[in-house]
């Protein structure tokens, strides 16, 4: 990085510009109640305050039974340190933590800048693309790992291209200390190692000796793996590998389904491409023919995908179109950039966006929204190449061209962000409903159900229900969500009915919902990453549990 350029106030003003947007986009949703997985990179961090050396020291009852957390948790422990260094600091409180994942968003966006001045004439305008995108935003919301890893990735990334064009040893160097710390925020930075690799030996120069370097990070997670199977009976680097892949074995059956939704999710949580297509000059043909060929598929085939609405409509499957031809459309302008430029740059793009969407959609235990994340950057990067057209430069889109896209991204974007927002807030404000209403008697106070819930029930009285080791007694009272995970509600039908709560997230969209098929956060509740519908309530079931007849 050139620190000279950036006394020019000219060229101070793109990262200005960038800081703003990210800061103006997440700032408002710094109160989101926890979500999703978050309740374990807390309790992480909340055991590293008092045991830093043996952070997956402890039990947690997520899968319905009591279990040591190394088993459970599937992430590295990085971003729970950051976690509970800002703890010590400002407390456990959503608003200061979130806050504090600002840092790794920022830098993630101003990463992806000073990548993309080497790879178009327009850094800012790529940068915009790549991050104003449903999957950036979400995942900047989250006190999770995936922006932060993020932010390592594309500076590693830089570095590395830096380093090998003007064989910068130290740039190198950094870049490999970047991937280690990138792959020990989440696993998936290991992808780095032979995309980087790959790279070098495309280059065309004669320092392919400079892929050495990444022997350093390596051994540093060689030497991680070997530490936590020392420590927890089990290397956790390669258990996790195994976990990601164990529920995705070879069958050629769900393949089509598995891509399909694979699409769909890349369309959908980077739908501000689709905004683009207009603009682009040799618009890919594909995008008209995609729309047709999902809706076919899916109605000739619906019975091989796991799982659709009970009740189809059109505009279900019309949105589902939509995403895919927009994930089409990104991998044929990804594939066309290689196949015209054909150097090492496109070719480190190529790799990027089809590696990651291979991980996402064949190799992942789940496709989800943040699996995606990993290609924004490179996505924004792909689409400002296009859109550039050096070959007809009066033809290339206008500044208000560019902003009317952008700022349909952006809007599109709030609009997701709300929906995730409000569906959070749910899970809280039950847990506050129940805790008042029916905690604190001497009995436990029983609930079934994960992810935010379940973090909200215990700080409210609530104990997790194991079906393993507890037994309920007469006069027990249990509460299971209706939209939820890890929950067995066959104990349910033992009890008698109380009530049922019913609450209503975003009226017109839905990140997370089994009966409308969508679900950002895991493919299992559907193909959709979002979908726009009518408002579907969050149900919370309340049963007493009577005394038994002899």
Known sequence: MNTRNLKNPRNFLPI???ISVTVLSLAPFAAKAFNIDEPLFIWVAKHIQSHPLDFYGFRINWYGTDMDAARIIKNPPLASYYIAMVATLFGWNEIPLHLAFL?????AVLGTYFLAKDFTQNPLMATLIGILNPVFILSSMTVMCDTMMLAFYVWSVYFWVRGTKDGSCRNLFIATVLIALCSLTKYFGLSLIPLLFLYTLMARNERRHQALFLLVPIVILCLYQWE??????RGLLSDAASYASKEKALDLAALFPNLVTGLSFTGGCLISTLFFVPLLRNKPIVFAAAILIPMAAFGLNRINFSHLPE????GYYLQLSIFVAAGINILVLTGQDFWQ???SDSMLLVLWIMGTFVFAAIVNWSVNGRSILPMAPAVGIVVMRFLENKKEPMRQPSFKQMLISLSCAWLVCMMVAWADYSL?????TAAKEIGRTYGGSAKPLWFQ???GFQYYMEKNGGTAYDRVKASVQPGDIMVIPENS???FPEIMVKGTPLKVLQFTPARFLTTMNFSAAAGYYSSSFGPLPFLVDKSLEERYHIVVFPPSHQ
Request: aromatic content about 18%; overall charge positive; cysteine-free.
């Open 16 to 18: 200005l510009i960038l």
């Open 424 to 428: 959070a807030e749910t899970a809280r």
């Open 485 to 487: 995970t890890n929950a």
């Open 228 to 233: 936590t199977y020392v420590i927890y009976g």
């Open 103 to 107: 840092f790794p968003a920022v830098a």
């Open 311 to 314: 009740i189809p409509w059109w």
């Open 341 to 343: 430029r054909r150097e």
């Open 449 to 451: 159900g994960h992810w």
